[in-house]
């Protein structure tokens, strides 16, 4: 048996029933919660040379907040880095702006699967990690939560968005456009200079989207 094949059968009776307790809908690999307008994903990955009865698998929590799916299918189509093409109802895991490893203990980063061996102990642990981090992420979701965790540091963003120059700054003010207000404002402001040395074209027109998705005025 391929230790994907095994992985499989044993969260059907560990993993998959939590989160179905949890109100998450879906199938290995991927499972999804519709809450407070966001998506909550949690994902099961095996990398392509999990090929054999041996393999490492990483599972993940991550969170697709409404204004970043709005934007990714609106504002970013025709740009490779973040162009989405995903329905709703099958968000995956480059959907999300927010995600976190859920490692196994002690220093592994993935899970180790040897599908001679019987894995419901890794399905049992894989259950019960995911569920101690889960509530952490769900106070990500809804609007604003996910800004406020990043402006107070206590949520790094994960993807591309992490990495282009300016894309911190134009991930806040995408993010933001759900709630408007003085912060907004701010935000737009330095998306706008932070646009004007930025290598990538993403923050120049991603600012006018923001500021028709809030209601403001298009000074751009």
Same mark, same amino acid.
């Given at each position: 048996?391929?230790?994907?094949?095994?992985?499989?059968?044993?969260?059907?009776?560990?993993?998959?029933?939590?989160?179905?307790?949890?109100?998450?809908?879906?199938?290995?690999?991927?499972?999804?919660?519709?809450? !407070?307008? &966001?998506?909550?994903?949690?994902?099961?990955?095996?990398?392509?040379?999990?090929?054999?009865?041996?393999?490492?698998?990483?599972? @993940?929590?991550?969170?697709?907040?409404?204004?970043?799916?709005?934007?990714?299918?609106?504002?970013?189509?025709?740009?490779?880095?973040?162009?989405?093409?995903?329905?709703?109802?099958?968000?995956?895991?480059?959907?999300?702006?927010? @995600?976190?490893?859920?490692?196994? =203990?002690?220093?592994?980063?993935?899970?180790?699967?040897?599908?001679?061996?019987?894995?419901?102990?890794?399905?049992?642990?894989?259950?019960?990690?995911?569920?101690?981090?889960?509530?952490?992420?769900?106070?990500?979701?809804?609007?604003?939560?996910?800004?406020?965790?990043?402006?107070?540091?206590?949520?790094?963003?994960?993807?591309?968005?992490?990495?282009?120059?300016?894309?911190?700054?134009? @991930?806040?003010?995408?993010?933001?456009?759900?709630?408007?207000?003085? !912060?907004?404002?701010?935000?737009?402001?330095?998306?706008?200079?932070?646009?004007?040395?930025?290598?990538?074209?993403?923050?120049?027109?991603?600012?006018?989207?923001?500021?028709? =998705?809030?209601?403001? &005025?298009?000074?751009?």
């Amino acid at each position: 048996m391929l230790a994907r094949d095994a992985l499989r059968q044993a969260v059907k009776t560990t993993l998959a029933p939590a989160l179905r307790a949890q109100g998450f809908r879906g199938t290995y690999p991927t499972w999804r919660l519709q809450r !407070e307008g &966001d998506v909550v994903l949690v994902n099961l990955f095996g990398n392509k040379f999990n090929e054999g009865p041996y393999g490492d698998f990483a599972l @993940s929590i991550g969170v697709v907040p409404a204004a970043w799916w709005a934007w990714s299918h609106e504002c970013a189509q025709g740009d490779i880095l973040f162009e989405s093409e995903s329905r709703p109802g099958k968000e995956q895991p480059w959907d999300c702006l927010y @995600s976190t490893a859920v490692r196994p =203990r002690g220093r592994r980063e993935q899970w180790p699967v040897d599908a001679n061996q019987d894995v419901t102990g890794v399905g049992e642990a894989m259950t019960a990690a995911a569920l101690r981090a889960l509530p952490a992420v769900l106070e990500l979701t809804g609007p604003g939560q996910l800004a406020a965790a990043i402006q107070a540091g206590k949520a790094a963003l994960t993807g591309a968005s992490s990495a282009i120059s300016g894309g911190p700054e134009m @991930s806040l003010a995408v993010l933001l456009s759900d709630i408007g207000g003085a !912060e907004l404002v701010a935000a737009c402001t330095t998306l706008e200079s932070v646009a004007e040395h930025s290598t990538s074209p993403m923050p120049r027109r991603t600012l006018p989207w923001v500021r028709r =998705r809030a209601g403001l &005025d298009d000074a751009s």
